[in-house]
Structures are given as C-alpha cells and as structure tokens.
C-alpha cells in the first residue's frame, strides 16, 4: 500500500467505502476484498424512482461530479434526486493497485478489470446499500460513458435514461491506440519498475510524458491556438505562456497519479465493447437499449469524435445526439466554460423530464 | 559516422551532393562543410523560366516526390519542368548528426538549424548550380510547407507560385507540444545516451513510440475505423488487424530512421515561424508575399487542421485554399489515394498554368 495524498478525502472531497467481499472478474482474475468508493448527493425517495448513477473516467474521481456538475437548481439537482457516484474499480479510491496489501494482486499483480466488472459492481453495490433496481438516469462522460452504455445494453430494465458523454459504447482502433501511447509513456520509465515503485514520484518523467499526450489529445488545437488557457485559474499555481500551462497543469493534474492505477483503467478503456453480449454485433448490442438515450458527444473532441458517436447513437433505438460546445475538447469534461455546463444542463434536464416507458 | 541504409540510394533513388562549403547558422552554430542532398527530374530551359523546387517534410527525403508526386503527364511533368528536390539539412541525406565524422557537429554536438537556414542553403544551391534566381513554382508538404511560407516571405521576388500542403507559416502551439512528444519518445529512451548511440538499433524502443505517436496523430480517426489501411500493399509485409498494420507499417517505417535525424528535424519543425522576419507581425510577414498563391490543407489532418491554415490564407494577398480530401489525415501526404493526387495535380496544375505578374 502507497500513500498518496492526491487520493485523500481531503483533496477528493469526502466518499465512503463499500465492500463487496470476493469479486471474480470477466477476464478471470479475483479482487479478495473489492471496495468501492462513493459519494451520495441528496436523498433517496420513498419510491425509489429519484436516483442517478455516475460512473466515472479515466484519471477521474467523483470529485469532479461534486465539484462541477451536481448542485441545487443544475439538472443533477441534490434536492431532487439521490445521486450516486461511484469510483471506478481501480482508478485510485475504489480498490487499487495501490490500495492494497493483499500479496495477490497488490502492484503488478492486479487483475485486469473490464467495464462490465464496474457495472455489475455497481449494481451490486445500488442493490445492497440503497435497494435500487432502476436508475431514473445513468449519466457519464469518456470511459464514464462507457460504463452508461454497458449498463443500458447488460440491463436494459435498469436504465430509464441514460446520457453518454464524450465516450463510446465499442472503443475505436484509433482510441486503442491512442490509449496505447498513454500506458506505454508510463511503462517506458525504467522507475515504473515492472510496477514495482515504491512511490509515484519514482515514475514521475513517466507521467510527465503521459500528461503530454493528453496534453495535444485531451484538448484541442483550438484550445492552444486561442490562448483559452489563460483564463484558467487552479489555486497556487500561474502560467504566462502555453509551455507553462501545460508543465504546471496538465503535467500537475497527471503527476499526482497512480502509475499504476492510470494503467489499469487504460487497459479497461482499451477494450469497452457492448458488443461483447452479442457475439461483436454493434448493432444487436445498442439494439437492446430501452433507455431514453441522449448521446452526448463534444464538438472539438480529438478522440472521440461526434461523428464516431452519430454512428453508434443511430443504433440505439429512439437516441437523440446533443452535441456539446467546447473548444477544451475532450477535457471541456473539467467543465471550463459556462456555455458547456448550460447545454450540459440543458439536455439532462430535458432527459430528466421526459416521459419513460 | 554512422551506416544506416535506409538513407542509401538503393532505398531512396539516385541523389547528388553539393557542398556548400562552411555554413553559418541563424541560431548561431556553423556547418563546416553542409552538403545538400538532392535530385533533379527534367530539363531547365534556356529562360530558366521553367525550375520548380520542392523542399522536403520531417522525415522525408525526395524519395516520396519521385515515387508519388513526379511524373509524365503529372502536374510535376518533368517533361516541362526542371524540378529540384533538396532534402532538408539534417534529414539524413543532407549533413545530419550522423553522417558526419567532424567531431564539431557529429551526432549530440550538431547545432541548432531552423527553416531559414535550409531556405537559404537551398537558394545558394540553386544559384551556384544552376543559376536559377526564380522559381516557377515552390511547393512542398508539411515542413516543406514552411520552406514554402519562408521562400516567399523572406524573397518574395523569387518566388512566382507558392503551393503549401498541409502545414503553416508559424508553427502553432499545439504542434509546438505535439513535436515535443515525438522528440521525448525518442530522447527517453536510455538506448539514444544523449545522442551518441552507436546504431539507430540501440533506440528501436524509443523510435517504436515515435512511431506509435504518429500513429494517432498522422493519420485520422476516420482511417483507422474505415479499415483503410486493410488496402495499403509495402513489399514483403502484410496485415491482418489494425495493430499489425501498426506495428509493420508506422513502426517500421520509422524504426529505419535515424533517432538524431529526427530530432534535428523536430526542433527545427517547431519553431517555424515566417513573423521572424517582421518582429513577431504574421500580418506584415505575409503580406509581403507576391506569388500566386494555393494554400492546400488536407480535410482530415489532425494537426494541420484546414482552419489554421484558412488563416494564414487570410493574409496572403490574393492566396486561395483548396483544401485536399484524404481520409489518411496528414499521411494523405504519402498519396494512398488516387483522388487526393487527382486533386493535387488538378490545384498545382492550375496554378503553374495561371499567369503572374
């Protein structure tokens, strides 16, 4: 077990944890003792028909959810839904890599975790502690998006509505491997040590390189061109030209991570594919979904591309696709602009909204 | 000096070298004997009205101008025109890193060259060989876009026609930290020891994530989804899935190169920018552009998007984007399509038709 501060309630805002007991895996492994960590906003109804699922992305915690897109009067409004965010298996709060002492799958022997582990764990976790059967709404963005479509394909009567964000329901080749250059900038730093460091800070020019790329993917040229980073503001930090934007913001928000963590979620995200339940038919998978589907991508995403997202939001039954303003890209998901967080608001309110079946 | 022989004739066709003596460098280190590479296709008329130069792009020698670009009957009819191909100084045929035994300049020791240098070398070729002082036409792709830009801002009088593919006068930021990434690909790798490898062997993992790094960002989104490269033939290879054309294809393409090569080019790539000229003004800088100019961006390129390079049209006088159609994104360059070189010829033909004053 590493500390490691940045996974601290202190920096993530406070979450509490879930023991599944012994969790078997869909590529084979065992997680002894799988912990997942969430945080609630509001309150359950009587009814039950009030509650909100958010998985979460790649890097992500559900700091971010509290942070930017939960709040009173927003469409994920606490004082009238009960909004359930959970972290991701592996992604540095829910059991990690990192996390654990247990001599089978601390460091380099954790077990490779696929999206569908997360949405059963989930729906474990929703049946368990709160006896929710049926989400109003599964809303997330990127590898979060992943997780609604997996859940709205795996569970078709669980999801009312579901609104995937900046993600796909089948990975692309070229997101293969753009995520390919991601891991592979960790696993170059001879201090990543088969992943065996003993501390983060001993891969740190790994993840220095892994938050370059994400640097000129994850946002945009439109970004860098505009100069948009200068309204960007973090708290004890400054930047006066774009090469210091990115050493002391995207290298600092990457820097802090778990190497290892970062490379169990990428191995994930690698490989989301609803077509999985259906012998690789895209279109039998998405064919299942009886969600009230708004898909949601981002006008300037690099990698996620609206029009991957058109493709596969005309396979689910009735989808609308709202494209979201953005000129961060794929990292407008940090909730930049005021224009992303009204149409965001805009489009989950009217889901909410809507009549379901 | 080091044997590579992807840089021999046999691989890239017959080329002569001129000297050009001791060479002064704008960043102010000095090439004792520069040595252009290049390579002549026609004949020059009596008027030596009739020359075209093509610089070439990062990584690129002439070799791709003969095998796709030149040809009886092509808008680069050697039949017509005298075309002079000059390989970029440090480019690996041209004085580079490794090519030389001066213990001043070879491999870590070479100095810093910029776009201005090869545009003036290239100039004292032209005149000390052939005393050609005008060119009918300069065009050249992605870098030797820049070469291009540079030609007509820094002597606009030589330069009749301009035809800038897929690149831009001044280097943007994004691809500023783009290049940057391919570059710590390479200079990560501990095989590349500071620049004095004594085979590019030694730095197959470094030059294998450069290429992985092209790979998501030369080519499109769109490519690796369509499957296009399921119809791109190379001698002696074959793929069956995306990461087989991965890793034979980009992989082995650049894994031939030489790592010093590649960096003098990056280095060199980033800080273009024809505003040198006028104080940091790209207004003024392009404005004293006279030739006929065709700026020709490629729809799908990822770093070189049609916008930015719209906006630099916008201070041509006279200039007019034709934008190339290539699902390839920036390797569209490599010319897979038959369309994208019907629609090169048809734009450069027009041009080297079109009257100048």
């Keep these: 077990?590493?500390?490691n501060p940045?996974?601290?309630?202190?920096?993530?805002?406070?979450?509490?944890l879930h023991s599944l007991g012994s969790f078997d895996l869909e590529e084979g492994g065992t997680i002894p003792d799988l912990q997942l960590a969430y945080a609630t906003y509001g309150e359950?109804?009587?009814?039950?028909?009030?509650?909100i699922l958010v998985p979460?992305?790649?890097?992500?915690?559900?700091?971010t959810w509290?942070?930017?897109?939960?709040?009173?009067?927003?469409?994920?409004?606490?004082?009238?839904?009960?909004?359930?965010v959970v972290n991701q298996i592996g992604n540095g709060l829910s059991t990690s890599p990192h996390t654990t002492d247990d001599p089978a799958i601390a460091m380099s022997r954790f077990p490779k975790v696929r999206i569908g582990d997360d949405v059963r764990a989930q729906r474990q976790l929703a049946q368990e502690l709160f006896g929710i059967d049926r989400w109003a709404l599964v809303v997330g963005g990127s590898m979060g998006a992943q997780q609604v479509y997996e859940w709205a394909v795996r569970y078709p009567d669980a999801v009312q509505r579901a609104a995937p964000i900046a993600g796909t329901a089948q990975n692309?080749?070229?997101?293969?491997?753009?995520?390919?250059t991601l891991m592979d900038a960790i696993t170059s730093d001879p201090g990543w040590n088969g992943g065996e460091y003993t501390s983060h800070t001993e891969v740190a020019a790994g993840l220095a390189r892994h938050a370059d790329i994400w640097a000129i993917m994850g946002l945009s040229t439109e970004f860098w061109r505009s100069g948009f980073w200068r309204g960007i503001e973090l708290p004890d930090t400054s930047w006066d030209t774009f090469t210091e934007f990115q050493e002391r913001f995207t290298r600092a928000v990457f820097g802090a991570m778990d190497p290892n963590a970062l490379l169990?979620?990428?191995?994930?995200?690698q490989r989301g594919d609803v077509a999985r339940h259906t012998g690789g038919d895209l279109a039998a998978a998405l064919g299942r979904v009886t969600a009230r589907t708004f898909v949601m991508p981002i006008d300037e995403d690099m990698f996620f591309p609206p029009r991957d997202c058109r493709r596969?939001?005309?396979?689910?039954?009735?989808?609308?696709?709202?494209?979201?303003?953005?000129?961060?890209?794929?990292?407008?998901?940090?909730?930049?602009?005021?224009?992303?967080?009204?149409?965001?608001?805009?489009?989950l309110g009217e889901l909410l909204a809507s009549e379901v079946p």
């Design 312 to 347: 596969e939001a005309e396979l689910v039954p009735g989808a609308q696709v709202r494209v979201l303003p953005s000129i961060a890209g794929h990292f407008g998901l940090f909730g930049f602009e005021q224009t992303y967080l009204d149409a965001v608001d805009a489009n």
């Design 1 to 3: 077990m590493i500390e």
């Design 172 to 180: 692309t080749p070229h997101d293969f491997l753009f995520t390919q």
């Design 44 to 51: 359950l109804n009587e009814a039950k028909d009030n509650a």
């Design 264 to 269: 169990t979620m990428g191995w994930k995200w």
């Design 6 to 16: 940045f996974y601290a309630p202190e920096v993530q805002g406070p979450y509490q």
């Design 56 to 63: 979460t992305w790649f890097s992500g915690t559900h700091a």
């Design 66 to 84: 509290w942070q930017v897109y939960i709040g009173e009067g927003r469409a994920l409004d606490p004082a009238k839904y009960f909004i359930v």
